[in-house]
Protein backbone atom coordinates (compact mmCIF):
# COMPACT_ATOMS: atom_id res chain seq x y z
CA UNK A 1 0.00 0.00 0.00
CA UNK A 2 1.65 3.29 -1.21
CA UNK A 3 1.14 6.18 1.68
CA UNK A 4 0.35 9.77 0.88
CA UNK A 5 0.41 12.92 3.19
CA UNK A 6 -2.78 15.06 2.99
CA UNK A 7 -3.56 18.25 4.96
CA UNK A 8 -6.18 20.69 5.44
CA UNK A 9 -4.24 24.20 4.99
CA UNK A 10 -7.63 26.51 5.58
CA UNK A 11 -7.74 25.52 9.38
CA UNK A 12 -4.94 28.14 9.57
CA UNK A 13 -1.21 27.00 7.64
CA UNK A 14 0.71 29.64 5.40
CA UNK A 15 2.82 28.66 2.49
CA UNK A 16 5.83 28.84 4.39
CA UNK A 17 4.25 25.82 7.13
CA UNK A 18 3.18 23.70 3.58
CA UNK A 19 6.80 23.85 2.10
CA UNK A 20 8.07 22.98 5.27
CA UNK A 21 5.40 19.59 5.66
CA UNK A 22 6.02 18.77 1.97
CA UNK A 23 10.21 18.77 2.29
CA UNK A 24 9.92 16.34 5.56
CA UNK A 25 7.25 14.18 4.03
CA UNK A 26 9.89 14.16 0.31
CA UNK A 27 12.55 13.59 2.56
CA UNK A 28 10.86 11.04 4.31
CA UNK A 29 9.44 9.02 0.93
CA UNK A 30 6.01 9.29 1.48
CA UNK A 31 5.01 8.47 -2.10
CA UNK A 32 3.21 12.16 -2.18
CA UNK A 33 1.52 15.27 -0.07
CA UNK A 34 -1.68 16.81 -1.03
CA UNK A 35 -3.38 19.51 -0.05
CA UNK A 36 -7.60 19.98 0.24
CA UNK A 37 -8.88 22.56 -1.42
CA UNK A 38 -11.00 24.51 0.62
CA UNK A 39 -11.28 28.37 1.32
CA UNK A 40 -12.70 28.36 5.25
CA UNK A 41 -11.95 26.62 8.25
CA UNK A 42 -13.97 24.07 9.33
CA UNK A 43 -14.67 22.73 13.30
CA UNK A 44 -12.67 24.71 16.07
CA UNK A 45 -10.41 27.31 14.97
CA UNK A 46 -10.47 30.69 13.17
CA UNK A 47 -8.24 29.50 10.14
CA UNK A 48 -6.38 32.57 10.78
CA UNK A 49 -3.80 33.76 9.21
CA UNK A 50 -6.31 32.59 6.28
CA UNK A 51 -6.31 29.89 3.50
CA UNK A 52 -4.20 29.35 0.96
CA UNK A 53 -5.21 28.88 -2.75
CA UNK A 54 -4.87 24.92 -3.95
CA UNK A 55 -3.43 25.84 -7.00
CA UNK A 56 -1.07 28.39 -5.98
CA UNK A 57 0.45 26.54 -3.28
CA UNK A 58 1.06 23.37 -5.55
CA UNK A 59 2.44 25.87 -8.13
CA UNK A 60 4.70 26.45 -5.66
CA UNK A 61 5.44 23.15 -4.10
CA UNK A 62 6.48 21.94 -7.94
CA UNK A 63 9.41 24.25 -7.80
CA UNK A 64 10.64 24.12 -3.93
CA UNK A 65 10.45 20.59 -4.06
CA UNK A 66 12.19 17.91 -6.47
CA UNK A 67 10.70 14.67 -6.08
CA UNK A 68 7.08 13.92 -4.49
CA UNK A 69 4.26 14.30 -5.85
CA UNK A 70 1.31 16.17 -5.28
CA UNK A 71 -2.72 17.23 -5.80
CA UNK A 72 -5.38 18.18 -3.90
CA UNK A 73 -7.98 16.13 -2.53
CA UNK A 74 -9.95 17.20 -3.67
CA UNK A 75 -11.03 20.43 -5.67
CA UNK A 76 -14.77 21.33 -5.84
CA UNK A 77 -16.05 21.96 -9.09
CA UNK A 78 -17.54 24.72 -8.06
CA UNK A 79 -14.47 26.73 -7.71
CA UNK A 80 -13.06 26.81 -11.05
CA UNK A 81 -13.96 27.00 -15.04
CA UNK A 82 -12.73 23.58 -16.75
CA UNK A 83 -10.98 25.60 -18.85
CA UNK A 84 -8.65 28.02 -16.83
CA UNK A 85 -8.43 24.74 -14.51
CA UNK A 86 -7.10 22.65 -17.39
CA UNK A 87 -4.00 25.49 -17.82
CA UNK A 88 -3.44 25.81 -14.89
CA UNK A 89 -2.96 22.50 -13.56
CA UNK A 90 -1.17 21.75 -17.17
CA UNK A 91 0.94 24.36 -16.35
CA UNK A 92 1.78 23.28 -12.80
CA UNK A 93 2.15 19.82 -14.00
CA UNK A 94 5.70 21.37 -16.22
CA UNK A 95 6.50 23.07 -13.36
CA UNK A 96 7.11 20.43 -11.14
CA UNK A 97 8.49 18.01 -14.31
CA UNK A 98 5.24 15.65 -14.24
CA UNK A 99 4.65 15.75 -10.63
CA UNK A 100 1.04 17.36 -10.31
CA UNK A 101 -2.36 15.03 -9.64
CA UNK A 102 -5.58 16.94 -9.72
CA UNK A 103 -9.00 15.39 -7.75
CA UNK A 104 -12.33 16.52 -8.53
CA UNK A 105 -15.22 16.12 -6.15
CA UNK A 106 -18.94 17.58 -6.40
CA UNK A 107 -18.33 20.17 -3.39
CA UNK A 108 -20.03 19.76 -0.08
CA UNK A 109 -19.25 22.85 1.96
CA UNK A 110 -22.11 25.41 1.61
CA UNK A 111 -20.92 27.75 4.02
CA UNK A 112 -17.95 28.34 2.30
CA UNK A 113 -19.38 29.73 -0.96
CA UNK A 114 -21.73 31.87 1.36
CA UNK A 115 -18.42 33.77 2.82
CA UNK A 116 -16.72 33.59 -0.64
CA UNK A 117 -19.06 34.79 -3.11
CA UNK A 118 -19.21 31.51 -5.12
CA UNK A 119 -22.67 29.92 -6.21
CA UNK A 120 -23.58 26.57 -4.65
CA UNK A 121 -26.10 25.06 -6.85
CA UNK A 122 -27.99 22.07 -5.93
CA UNK A 123 -26.42 18.47 -5.39
CA UNK A 124 -27.55 17.42 -8.24
CA UNK A 125 -26.46 20.41 -10.50
CA UNK A 126 -23.02 20.04 -8.81
CA UNK A 127 -22.74 16.12 -10.06
CA UNK A 128 -23.80 16.97 -13.59
CA UNK A 129 -21.02 19.81 -13.67
CA UNK A 130 -18.69 17.73 -12.26
CA UNK A 131 -19.17 15.48 -14.97
CA UNK A 132 -18.74 17.76 -17.92
CA UNK A 133 -15.73 19.18 -16.38
CA UNK A 134 -14.23 15.51 -16.05
CA UNK A 135 -15.30 15.18 -20.15
CA UNK A 136 -13.65 18.76 -20.96
CA UNK A 137 -10.42 18.63 -19.18
CA UNK A 138 -9.46 14.85 -19.91
CA UNK A 139 -10.45 16.36 -23.74
CA UNK A 140 -8.67 19.35 -23.85
CA UNK A 141 -5.11 17.52 -22.13
CA UNK A 142 -5.84 14.45 -24.94
CA UNK A 143 -6.31 16.17 -27.94
CA UNK A 144 -3.73 15.74 -30.26
CA UNK A 145 -1.28 18.39 -31.42
CA UNK A 146 -2.38 20.86 -34.18
CA UNK A 147 -5.90 19.74 -33.47
CA UNK A 148 -8.29 21.83 -31.77
CA UNK A 149 -10.92 20.80 -29.16
CA UNK A 150 -14.92 21.80 -29.38
CA UNK A 151 -17.18 20.95 -26.94
CA UNK A 152 -21.42 21.62 -26.15
CA UNK A 153 -22.57 20.28 -22.78
CA UNK A 154 -25.10 21.69 -20.89
CA UNK A 155 -23.25 24.20 -18.47
CA UNK A 156 -19.62 24.19 -20.56
CA UNK A 157 -19.57 25.22 -24.00
CA UNK A 158 -15.96 25.15 -25.69
CA UNK A 159 -15.58 25.97 -29.91
CA UNK A 160 -12.28 25.81 -31.92
CA UNK A 161 -10.13 25.24 -28.70
CA UNK A 162 -6.70 24.94 -29.16
CA UNK A 163 -6.22 22.92 -26.05
CA UNK A 164 -2.70 24.14 -24.86
CA UNK A 165 -0.95 24.04 -23.03
CA UNK A 166 0.11 20.26 -23.23
CA UNK A 167 0.81 18.63 -19.82
CA UNK A 168 4.20 16.49 -19.56
CA UNK A 169 2.20 13.87 -18.33
CA UNK A 170 1.37 11.75 -21.25
CA UNK A 171 -2.63 11.72 -21.15
CA UNK A 172 -2.29 14.62 -18.89
CA UNK A 173 -1.41 14.30 -15.18
CA UNK A 174 -3.61 11.63 -13.46
CA UNK A 175 -7.45 12.10 -11.84
CA UNK A 176 -8.61 11.31 -9.21
CA UNK A 177 -12.43 11.20 -8.12
CA UNK A 178 -13.73 11.23 -4.48
CA UNK A 179 -16.61 10.84 -2.69
CA UNK A 180 -18.93 8.67 -0.94
CA UNK A 181 -21.88 8.44 -2.67
CA UNK A 182 -23.26 5.34 -4.13
CA UNK A 183 -24.10 6.16 -7.58
CA UNK A 184 -22.32 8.98 -9.29
CA UNK A 185 -18.96 8.71 -7.62
CA UNK A 186 -17.73 5.35 -8.37
CA UNK A 187 -19.24 5.52 -11.83
CA UNK A 188 -17.35 9.07 -12.69
CA UNK A 189 -14.01 7.14 -11.48
CA UNK A 190 -14.40 4.50 -13.74
CA UNK A 191 -15.03 6.35 -16.39
CA UNK A 192 -12.90 9.46 -16.26
CA UNK A 193 -10.47 9.08 -12.96
CA UNK A 194 -7.00 7.05 -12.52
CA UNK A 195 -7.49 6.30 -8.95
CA UNK A 196 -10.95 6.62 -6.66
CA UNK A 197 -11.44 7.69 -3.39
CA UNK A 198 -13.22 7.14 -0.57
CA UNK A 199 -12.68 9.79 2.36
CA UNK A 200 -13.46 8.98 6.06
CA UNK A 201 -15.50 5.69 5.43
CA UNK A 202 -15.61 2.73 7.40
CA UNK A 203 -13.92 -0.38 5.96
CA UNK A 204 -16.86 -1.73 5.19
CA UNK A 205 -18.84 1.31 3.71
CA UNK A 206 -15.10 1.39 1.61
CA UNK A 207 -15.75 -2.11 1.03
CA UNK A 208 -19.01 -1.47 -0.84
CA UNK A 209 -17.73 1.10 -2.46
CA UNK A 210 -15.09 0.01 -4.31
CA UNK A 211 -17.02 -2.99 -4.99
CA UNK A 212 -19.50 -0.44 -7.02
CA UNK A 213 -16.28 1.07 -8.96
CA UNK A 214 -15.26 -1.93 -10.15
CA UNK A 215 -18.64 -3.05 -11.63
CA UNK A 216 -18.84 0.33 -12.91
CA UNK A 217 -15.46 -0.04 -14.87
CA UNK A 218 -16.77 -3.43 -15.84
CA UNK A 219 -19.79 -1.47 -17.13
CA UNK A 220 -17.98 0.94 -19.01
CA UNK A 221 -15.78 -1.88 -20.26
CA UNK A 222 -12.72 -0.97 -18.48
CA UNK A 223 -10.48 -3.13 -16.77
CA UNK A 224 -11.06 -2.86 -12.92
CA UNK A 225 -7.53 -3.34 -12.18
CA UNK A 226 -6.98 -0.45 -13.67
CA UNK A 227 -8.80 2.40 -11.25
CA UNK A 228 -6.26 2.55 -8.03
CA UNK A 229 -8.98 2.56 -4.75
CA UNK A 230 -7.81 4.58 -2.25
CA UNK A 231 -8.97 5.83 1.31
CA UNK A 232 -8.35 8.99 3.30
CA UNK A 233 -8.43 8.67 6.87
CA UNK A 234 -7.31 10.73 9.85
CA UNK A 235 -4.30 9.41 11.99
CA UNK A 236 -2.95 10.17 15.12
CA UNK A 237 -0.06 8.77 15.79
CA UNK A 238 2.15 8.25 19.24
CA UNK A 239 4.16 5.71 21.34
CA UNK A 240 3.76 7.32 24.90
CA UNK A 241 1.08 9.13 27.12
CA UNK A 242 2.87 12.77 26.40
CA UNK A 243 2.38 12.28 22.85
CA UNK A 244 -0.79 11.14 23.02
CA UNK A 245 -2.29 14.59 25.23
CA UNK A 246 0.07 16.97 22.66
CA UNK A 247 -1.46 14.76 19.22
CA UNK A 248 -5.34 14.51 20.34
CA UNK A 249 -5.23 18.18 21.53
CA UNK A 250 -4.92 18.96 17.46
CA UNK A 251 -7.37 16.67 16.90
CA UNK A 252 -10.07 18.13 19.84
CA UNK A 253 -9.36 21.15 18.08
CA UNK A 254 -11.16 20.06 14.54
CA UNK A 255 -14.27 19.21 16.66
CA UNK A 256 -15.81 15.78 18.61
CA UNK A 257 -16.36 14.18 14.99
CA UNK A 258 -12.70 14.13 13.83
CA UNK A 259 -12.45 11.19 16.26
CA UNK A 260 -14.95 9.20 13.66
CA UNK A 261 -12.75 9.67 10.95
CA UNK A 262 -9.47 8.34 11.28
CA UNK A 263 -7.06 5.79 12.99
CA UNK A 264 -5.74 6.47 16.36
CA UNK A 265 -3.17 5.07 18.36
CA UNK A 266 0.14 3.12 18.83
CA UNK A 267 1.89 2.09 15.40
CA UNK A 268 0.93 -1.24 15.66
CA UNK A 269 -2.43 -0.39 15.97
CA UNK A 270 -2.67 2.08 13.71
CA UNK A 271 -0.94 -0.79 11.32
CA UNK A 272 -3.55 -3.05 12.53
CA UNK A 273 -6.64 -0.78 11.09
CA UNK A 274 -5.61 0.45 8.21
CA UNK A 275 -4.63 -3.54 6.95
CA UNK A 276 -8.64 -4.08 7.25
CA UNK A 277 -8.44 -1.31 4.52
CA UNK A 278 -5.92 -3.14 2.63
CA UNK A 279 -8.08 -6.23 2.98
CA UNK A 280 -11.04 -4.98 1.09
CA UNK A 281 -9.01 -3.34 -1.82
CA UNK A 282 -7.30 -0.48 -1.26
CA UNK A 283 -4.09 0.21 -2.82
CA UNK A 284 -3.18 3.62 -1.49
CA UNK A 285 -3.22 5.68 1.87
CA UNK A 286 -3.85 9.07 2.22
CA UNK A 287 -3.03 9.95 6.15
CA UNK A 288 -4.61 13.23 7.21
CA UNK A 289 -2.24 15.30 9.20
CA UNK A 290 -4.23 17.71 11.42
CA UNK A 291 -1.04 19.95 13.16
CA UNK A 292 1.13 21.27 10.54
CA UNK A 293 4.14 21.83 12.98
CA UNK A 294 4.26 18.95 14.05
CA UNK A 295 6.93 16.88 11.98
CA UNK A 296 7.91 14.36 14.40
CA UNK A 297 4.64 12.77 13.85
CA UNK A 298 5.55 12.22 10.16
CA UNK A 299 8.99 10.80 11.35
CA UNK A 300 7.31 8.58 13.44
CA UNK A 301 4.82 7.31 10.76
CA UNK A 302 7.53 6.54 7.83
CA UNK A 303 9.68 4.50 10.73
CA UNK A 304 6.81 2.71 12.61
CA UNK A 305 4.07 2.63 10.41
CA UNK A 306 4.96 2.69 6.12
CA UNK A 307 7.27 -0.06 6.72
CA UNK A 308 4.52 -2.20 8.02
CA UNK A 309 2.32 -1.48 5.05
CA UNK A 310 4.29 -1.75 1.94
Known amino acids: MLVRIWVEPQQGAPYDALLAMARVAEELGFDAFFCSDHYLAEGGGDGRPGPTDALITLAGIARDTKTIRFGTLVSPVTFRLPGPLAIAVAQIDAMSGGRVE ?23 ERLERLEEQLKVITGLWRTPDAERFSFRGKYYSFVDSPALPKPVQL ?25 YNVPFAPARQAADLFGRARMECERHHRDPHSLVLSVALTVCCWTNETEMRHRLRAVEQYGATMRDRGVFGTPDQIVEHVLTYSAVGAERLYLHILDLKDVDELGLLAAEVVPKLI
Open 102 to 124: LGLGAGWYETEHLAYGIPFPPLA
Open 171 to 195: GGPPLIVGGRGKARAPSLAAQFAVE
